[in-house]
């Protein structure tokens, strides 16, 4: 295994049903099982999903789609470093806010952060997540290049950048849709984090 992971082929293929097979599958479940845990415990009911697909599946659905996908990229093993990166990253980063979203519930929170952003210059907006999603980019990019082709830097750099690509993706769909909504009375400056009177 050490030698399959440190190979500087990053494009090669491992034999279905083998053992560096059964590794890869477990790790792609792994990861993808942190992304769609950490998304129950933010968005149990997927309102505050950002991706369309995932939402469309539902979580029966998504489960099914998730397991059937892992046997598929373990025989990619830079595919499937790059996606356990990746959803790893999206995990910890749906896990930032899940607190505030448990404590106010999923349509408040959804609520508060749609009529901040009606607040907020787009431009401002815009270009924050460029520079966050950049500077993202910029440490994936980095590991890849000095990677020297060896399969996880190479791969955990490629899913690093994947990462920011999703981030700066759905970010700004949802940031797009929250500016057409049409703001309630009582979403108007109404603070999901204030008590109860």
């Known amino acids: 295994m050490n030698r399959l992971l440190n190979s500087p082929e990053v494009d090669m293929l491992v034999p279905f049903g083998s053992l560096h097979y059964a590794v890869f ?6 990861a993808r099982g942190a992304d ?9 009911t997927l309102e505050l999903e950002a991706n369309p ?5 539902g979580w029966r659905a998504g489960i099914l789609v998730n397991v059937l996908m892992a046997a598929v990229i373990a025989i990619l093993p830079l595919a499937a470093v790059s996606i356990a990166t ?10 930032q806010a899940a607190w505030i979203v448990r404590a106010v519930g999923e349509h408040a929170y959804r609520s508060w952060i749609a009529a901040r952003y009606r607040e907020t210059s787009p431009g401002v907006f815009l270009c924050l997540l460029i520079l966050q999603t950049g500077f993202i980019s910029l440490i994936g990019g ?6 020297g082709w060896q399969l996880v830097p190479f791969g955990v750099g ?3 950048i994947v990462y920011a690509v999703a981030v700066a993706l759905f970010t700004g ?3 797009r849709k929250a500016g057409k909504q049409r703001i309630s009375r009582t979403e108007t400056g ?3 984090f204030a008590e109860d009177p």
């Open 190 to 192: 109404v603070s999901p």
């Open 36 to 44: 769609l845990f950490s998304t129950w415990v933010a968005t149990p």
């Open 142 to 147: 980095v590991l890849m290049l000095f990677s």
């Open 25 to 30: 599958v477990l790790i792609v479940l792994f």
């Open 86 to 95: 990746t959803s790893l990253m999206v995990a910890a980063r749906n896990l």
């Open 158 to 160: 490629f899913g690093i």
């Open 53 to 57: 697909i995932a939402r469309l599946l």
């Open 173 to 175: 769909i949802s940031m």
